[in-house]
């Protein structure tokens, strides 16, 4: 079952043949106006929250600019992202700097582009930035248990809740100014129920830490909010609201952030690919895309994502198949027994819903190109439907 497709981009059938007739395949098609949708209902339901959108989940410039002109803030986990930032105007009070493990280059970032807002989890942190930044304005971030999480960043980072009230304290005695607490749920989590955890937890250190005279004013409830997935129920709304409602229930006089990535840019891009090679092994049928794991299904490997398959043939014919890239590496598998429509040499393939953490971390491995990045509101007025 999946979302209502009212926020979903999804190019048409009717369009995909003259796209790829025009600009070849593989092929991504980014709508910004996508993006803007996706960025104002997360506002529309969440009112008070401060968007720090995660750009590592796309960089794409297009996405940076439609955020910027929207008021958008940005989490940044490196120096080539806070410079990439400052170059397109993005000022440093727009940045938090998310990582909570730091280098001595995105530092040197943080102070030739004023960014002050950061993240922490550990002691080795806090000396780090006693040292080389201590200006610092710091959250700490803390762990949150959740297994139903599609990517569990909290096996990375986050402090205990146990270690959290030292951690504070060893801050603010090391000069820097402690402004509040992070935390992350992890990534697609469906459901609100892990949100209310996490800002109950997070309630109870804001009254231990002020009765220790530390006064923190800041909460940032990081990302984690879903988009529509294949095989996937999902109420978006139903669930923002809730996250808002336990949000105004624990904290409401403190100012609260957010650090969505997949959410905002999952949707608003499509992919199409072509089949170049078809074959049988085992008794199953092959098909061999123009398009594999180390270009936009990288998302299959790196975020665990299940990519759908629309081909939109005219059969009511079904066979189980495995689905392969294009590279000389045996690893380019990126799905087996899917069951699918029989499909020929030179069909085509939209892929919905993957602007998330795709070609963002697509290579140019075995010397294929990255596939290029259209924009549809461009596209879609030069080509015949």
Known sequence: ????????????QRAMKPLVQKYGSPL??????????????????????????AIKANPDLRILQTLQELGSSFDV??????????????????????????????????????????????????????????????????????????????????????QALELLQQAQAAGLQVVGLSFHVGSQTISAAPYKVALEIAK?????????????????????????????????????????????????????WCEPGRYICGTAVNLLTSVIG???????????????????????????WDFELLSFKNSTARVKATFAGPSCDSLDIMFRQRETVPLERGDVLLVPSCGAYTSASATNFNGFSKAPVLLWEEVSSQIEI
């Open 278 to 304: 078809v074959t049988a092994r085992d008794g199953q049928p092959w098909y061999f895309l123009d398009e594999g794991l180390y270009g936009t299904f990288s998302g299959v490997i790196f975020d665990n």
């Open 77 to 162: 986990a490196s120096a080539g992202e806070i410079e990439l930032l400052h170059s397109l105007g993005v000022p440093g009070e727009k940045m938090i700097y998310a990582n909570p493990v730091k280098t001595k280059a995105g530092l040197v970032a943080c102070g030739n582009c004023q960014v002050t807002k950061m993240t922490f989890d550990s002691a080795s942190e806090i000396a780090k930035l006693q040292e080389l930044y201590p200006q610092a304005q710091v959250l700490l971030r803390l762990r949150i248990q959740n297994t139903q999480a599609l990517v569990d960043l909290n096996k990375k980072f986050g402090a205990s809740r146990e």
């Open 204 to 256: 109870e250190i804001f009254t231990q830490a002020e009765a220790l005279g530390i006064k923190l004013r800041v909460l940032d409830i990081g990302g984690g909010f879903p988009i529509a997935a294949r095989n996937t129920s999902l109420e978006l709304e139903k669930m923002l609201s809730q996250v808002n409602t336990y949000v105004e229930q624990f904290f409401p006089d403190t100012e609260i």
């Open 28 to 53: 991504l098609i980014l709508s910004t106006e996508g993006i803007r949708r996706n960025y104002l209902l997360l506002k529309q339901y969440l009112p008070r929250v401060r968007v720090f959108y």
């Open 1 to 12: 079952m999946r979302m209502e497709v009212k926020h979903i981009f999804q190019i048409s």
